[in-house]
């Protein structure tokens, strides 16, 4: 059983630049999760992909995209970055049921980024 | 909309006490209650789930119970050690997402 993998593990970025992160799920999920955590702040919920689409949104603006692939992994991309983007950008996957229920969330280690 | 609250923000005790950390949420509409522990600069361990027709879970010293009724979930750690200390997180899920306190910062001195 594979966990979940992000990279990089840290970043760092110029303001107005953009900024591609990568997540794989893991083994026998097939639902991705994306957070944003402030230094001292809990995660804030971005998004979540199911079956290659977008299935929830936070309130993150649309400067913030993603996507997933058949083989469940995702990926976020930012758009003209600003100095409030850094943050660790934490990536979740899990096993959405036909009820809807997300079980068995389980985390990557997050990127780092920094926006200077 | 869903907002999660714990309390107390930050908790310092001495090795060997038991304690309790708070978690409350707005709308009991919850799928599960899931508490989760993060080291500095670290991603999240998940430490106890609770499904929303249960009312308590333990794992060794850990204990976690729920009351959606009244929106609130406590986790008990007994006997504490210097390796509890970390930021104890609180999260409810519903629908597509999971929804996180900003957590307890924990720290047990030896």
């Known amino acids: 059983e594979t966990g979940v993998t992000q990279s990089p593990t840290h970043l760092i970025k110029t303001r107005g630049q953009q900024v591609t992160l990568r997540c794989s799920s893991q083994?026998?999920?097939?639902?991705v999760s994306w957070y944003q955590q402030a230094l001292g702040q809990g995660p804030q919920f971005i998004f979540q992909?199911?079956?290659?689409?977008?299935?929830g949104r936070g309130n993150f603006p649309p400067r913030f995209s993603g996507l997933q692939f058949p083989n469940y992994s995702s990926e976020l991309n930012v758009n003209a970055l600003e100095l409030d983007d850094s943050a660790l950008y934490l990536c979740?996957?899990?096993?959405?049921?036909?009820?809807?229920?997300?079980?068995?969330?389980?985390f990557g280690s997050g990127t780092r980024l920094t926006v200077v | 909309k869903q907002e999660v609250t714990q309390i107390p923000a930050a908790l310092s005790v001495p090795e060997g006490e038991n304690l309790v950390l708070n978690c409350s949420f707005t709308?009991?509409?919850?799928?599960?209650l899931q508490w989760f522990r993060q080291d500095p600069g670290k991603g999240l361990t998940s430490l106890l789930l609770i499904q929303s027709s249960q009312r308590e879970q333990t794992s060794g010293r850990l204990n976690a119970s729920l009351d959606k009724s009244s929106g609130r979930s406590t986790l008990y750690i007994a006997a504490s050690q210097p390796g509890d200390s970390a930021t104890y997180l609180c999260a409810v899920s519903n629908n597509n997402d999971m929804r996180f306190g900003a957590g307890t910062r924990l720290t047990v001195k030896p």
């Open positions: 979740a996957s899990s096993f959405k049921g036909a009820s809807g229920q997300n079980y068995g969330y389980t």
């Open positions: 709308d009991s509409a919850i799928y599960n």
């Open positions: 083994s026998g999920h097939n639902t």
């Open positions: 992909y199911y079956r290659e689409e977008e299935n």
